[in-house]
Antibody, heavy 121, light 107 residues
Framework: QVQLQESGPGLVKPSQTLSLTCTVSGGSISSGGYYWSWIRQHPGKGLGWIGYISYSGNTYYNPSLKSRVTMSMDTSKNQFSLKLSSVTAADTAVYYC?????????????WGQGTMVTVSS | DIQMTQSPSSLSASVGDRVTITCRASQGISSWLAWYQQKPEKAPKSLIYAASSLQSGVPSRFSGSGSGTDFTLTISSLQPEDFATYYCQQYDTFPFTFGQGTKLEIK
């Protein structure tokens, strides 16, 4: 079955760019029919949607983060990525990648296990 | 942004109990609502989508209802593995937003 796995540095310095990758196994990200999202969870807090990239490469970012977010996909590696620039301590969180069907772009049926990112000097 | 408000924020219950969690949207979202279960140190797990559709593999003791602004998640007979935090989430309007969570604890 389809599985998602996040990867990237666990520690990022303030003002630098956070870069994470989600590797999809068991299915192709470019085969159509799905949106690929990033979601984060601050320590001990609730969930916040960052944005998505579609199978065709279209993106939508949460306006609260839009100026700092870039999402992309590498179909040859079956991966999609998140870049968040100018990070501060407020960006310290567990970051999840997740899949949603085209018919319900915000209903996340499969999640990665999550990766903790700490912003600190 | 659409605000999602869950009640209660926490709940104590016993195995076998029937439990209902409520989620209210700050504006109408039709049936574009999902429910997730999250256990400590784990990723959320999808339970319900489109307000009342059960995700594949989810036990039938879980059910969802509602439309517009008011929604409920019901667990008909609590099992030990159901003690977790539950989140609702709307996907009617960008940006998608989550409720603050309801922590379900063992009484």
């Amino acid at each position: 079955q389809v599985q998602l796995q996040e990867s990237g540095p666990g520690l990022v310095k303030p003002s630098q760019t956070l870069s994470l990758t989600c590797t999809v196994s068991g299915g192709s990200i470019s085969s159509g029919g799905y949106y690929w999202s990033w979601i984060r969870q601050h320590p001990g807090k609730g969930l916040g949607w960052i944005g998505y990239i579609s199978y065709s490469g279209n993106t939508y970012y949460n306006p609260s983060l839009k100026s700092r977010v870039t999402m992309s996909m590498d179909t040859s590696k079956n991966q999609f990525s998140l870049k968040l620039s100018s990070v501060t301590a407020a960006d310290t969180a567990v970051y999840y990648c997740a899949r949603a069907a085209f018919s319900s772009p915000g209903a996340f049926d499969i999640w990665g296990q999550g990766t903790m990112v700490t912003v600190s000097s | 942004d659409i605000q999602m408000t869950q009640s209660p924020s926490s709940l104590s219950a016993s195995v076998g109990d029937r439990v209902t969690i409520t989620c209210r949207a700050s504006q109408g979202i039709s049936s574009w609502l999902a429910w997730y279960q999250q256990k400590p140190e784990k990723a959320p797990k999808s339970l319900i989508y489109a307000a009342s559709s059960l995700q594949s593999g989810v036990p039938s003791r879980f059910s969802g209802s509602g439309s517009g602004t008011d929604f409920t998640l019901t667990i008909s007979s609590l099992q030990p593995e159901d003690f977790a935090t539950y989140y609702c989430q709307q996907y009617d309007t960008f940006p998608f937003t989550f409720g603050q969570g309801t922590k379900l604890e063992i009484k």
